[in-house]
């Protein structure tokens, strides 16, 4: 039996093609209750196994598959791993996938995760050329396992600074950029952001994670990344990135987004959802419990506190909600 490697290796040839086109529903704003919302408040799952890494130190990638499956299946309520992606993607469509390799390839979205949802994607029917996974440069793309491939039989693999950007800027308040052409040949993008500390936005996980398509993220880092909140309200960003894998697997609870591995974290977990907004506020609440139990001050002590998430919140960018009274928080 091939293992995922070989399994992707055949896939970016053009040889594999799985499923077929299947009437599915498309997750948007008024996604369906089931899955984004539970009595009126958004659905985030948080998925953990203690066991991931082996005794060697080295991610089980059979265990990162189950992982996945049970955080897909819960967030669905479908037990069949192939059933339930159909109903988060349309087939037919162009799949993105937006890894994050800033940090370096110690603190990066782990190639084991999203090798794993590339499979279950085939396997859902999205076939090998409408899968595309992309980073802004092509260091932070090899940090996630990856090198640029431009080939549209395959699985494509692309670097930003390769592949391009945009040449008409697009803007919401004080966010004025250009769009990584990466993204906008897709349909619908998922983000599979890492968690981290970070030195100025406090927190960096599926909203900061849209700092890597653009051509300037430099130009959003003031007032502690207040940006992130308008990044994610220009429409091409808003309405494609519409579900979230994001990768807690590893992270570094201070000394972020680069990679210290004497502030090495391992949660394990995956944290799943269409609210983007909810999953960062989830996310923050993980970093406070684990700075407090390093014996840290917390972000807010530190003059650090993600309050783009609180912006992303409001009535001028309702990107989503960040009260946990309407977080439905489930930990499978």
């Known amino acids: 039996m091939k293992n995922r490697r070989d399994f992707l290796?055949?896939?970016?040839?053009?040889?594999?093609l799985l499923g077929s086109s299947s009437a599915v529903t498309k997750l948007g704003y008024a996604a369906a209750p089931d899955t984004h919302t539970v009595a009126g408040k958004s659905k985030v799952v948080v998925a953990h196994d203690a066991q991931l890494h082996g005794a060697?130190?080295?991610?089980?990638?059979k265990r990162v598959q189950a992982l996945l499956d049970r955080a897909i299946a819960s967030y669905t309520g479908i037990e069949n791993p192939v059933a339930a992606w159909k109903r988060i993607v349309?087939?037919?469509?162009?799949?993105?996938?937006?890894?994050?390799g800033l940090g370096g390839k110690g603190i990066a979205t782990h190639p084991e995760l999203t090798l794993a949802i590339c499979e279950r994607l085939q396997?859902?029917?999205?076939?090998?050329g409408q899968i595309v996974i992309f980073e802004q440069r092509t260091n932070f793309l090899q940090a996630c396992g990856f090198q640029h491939t431009d080939n549209p039989a395959g699985i494509r693999k692309l670097s930003g600074e390769i592949y391009g950007y945009e040449a008409?800027?697009?803007?919401?308040g004080a966010a004025t950029i250009k769009l990584a052409k990466a993204l906008t040949l897709c349909d619908m993008v998922i983000g599979l952001p890492i968690l981290?500390?970070?030195?100025?936005?406090?927190?960096t996980f599926a909203m900061k994670n849209m700092y890597g398509v653009v051509d300037r993220p430099q130009d959003l880092h003031a007032s502690n990344c207040a940006a992130v909140a308008d990044l994610n309200c220009i429409p091409a960003i808003r309405d494609k990135v519409r579900f979230t894998i994001g990768d807690a697997i590893s992270s570094v609870y201070d000394g972020g987004p680069s990679f210290h591995p004497e502030r090495l974290w391992q949660p394990n977990s995956l944290i799943v959802g269409q609210d983007r907004v909810a999953i960062d506020h989830t996310a923050w609440q993980m970093l406070e419990r684990k700075r407090a139990e390093a014996g840290m001050q917390s972000l807010e002590a530190v003059g650090r506190p993600p309050r783009y998430i609180a912006t992303a919140a409001d009535a001028a960018h309702k990107l989503g909600v960040n009260d946990p009274q309407r977080i439905h928080l489930m930990q499978v």
Not at 90 to 100: D, E, R, T, Y
Not at 123 to 128: F, M, N, T
């Open 168 to 172: 008409q800027s697009s803007n919401f």
């Open 90 to 100: 349309p087939v037919g469509k162009v799949i993105g996938l937006k890894v994050n």
């Open 9 to 16: 290796k055949t896939a970016a040839t053009g040889a594999v």
């Open 123 to 128: 396997q859902a029917g999205v076939k090998p």
């Open 196 to 203: 981290k500390d970070h030195s100025m936005a406090g927190l």
């Open 56 to 61: 060697d130190g080295k991610l089980d990638e």
